[in-house]
């Protein structure tokens, strides 16, 4: 499964990012939005709308911030992907 995360420069987002890479379950990390990062590696971008449509995504799992969660869903929507949202703060 080629996880991408939402939040990935975040202390939950960096454990997952560390479990995908050591391929926990089958699971390998397809990459990750994050505007904070301060440099952008590879597979990590500053916002959805930078993702390219080569980026092989199974699902895509959120630990961001709760007013980030509907640009999310757009993109996930626009994708045809699933979601796991691990994010709080939602009324």
Do not use: Q
Request: glycine residues 10%; negative net charge.
């Amino acid at each position: 499964m080629n996880i991408f995360i939402n939040g990935i420069a975040g202390h939950m987002g960096r454990e997952l990012a560390h479990l995908c890479e050591e391929g926990c379950r089958g699971a390998r990390l397809a990459g990750g939005v994050d505007p904070s990062c301060k440099e952008a590696e590879s597979a990590v971008f500053h916002r959805f709308s930078d993702v390219p449509p080569t980026v092989d995504i199974t699902c895509i799992v959120d630990f961001s911030h709760h007013t980030c969660v509907p640009e999310l869903l757009s993109f996930a929507r626009e994708r045809g992907l699933p979601v796991v949202i691990a994010t709080t703060g939602h009324t």
